[in-house]
């Protein structure tokens, strides 16, 4: 997979936008989405180019799998989201409707957030 150093979240990496910053680590920069889907909605990007959970999970040393891993439950406890429950979402590729060609892990939270949706929707 080609990496695009042009897509949105490598630029927050290089500090040209800017980001509402939760939690940073070696590994990992959290934020909250721009244009949130639910009461709690962050976004846990790695530090390193990677397009998507497949070229992380293909690519990626067994320091950044266990590194980010670890970053997206720590955020989840920042957010103090843990006791009444948290949905995970990691989109790839056209059929989840990826936007940003940049690994990120979706936290939503704040609220009951109903059933995952059908295939068709
Ligand atoms: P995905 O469809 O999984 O690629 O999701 C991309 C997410 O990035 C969407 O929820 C967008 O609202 C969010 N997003 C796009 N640009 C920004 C930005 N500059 N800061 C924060 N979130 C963003």
Do not use: W
Request: hydrophobic share 40%; aromatic share 10%.
């Amino acid at each position: 997979m080609i990496y695009d150093n042009s897509n949105v979240f490598a630029k927050i990496l290089r500090n040209e936008l800017p980001c509402n910053k939760i939690y940073e680590s070696e590994y990992s920069l959290a934020f909250y989405d721009i244009s949130p889907q639910a009461t709690i909605h962050a976004l846990v990007i790695t530090k390193c180019a990677y397009v998507s959970f497949a070229d992380f999970s293909a690519r990626a040393s067994e320091a950044e799998i266990v590194g980010y891993i670890r970053d997206i439950g720590e955020v989840a406890r920042l957010l103090g989201v843990e006791a009444d429950g948290y949905r995970l979402i990691a989109n790839h590729g056209a059929n989840a409707n990826q936007e940003v060609p940049h690994l990120h892990v979706h936290i939503f939270a704040g609220q009951k957030l109903g059933s995952l949706l059908s295939p068709s929707q």
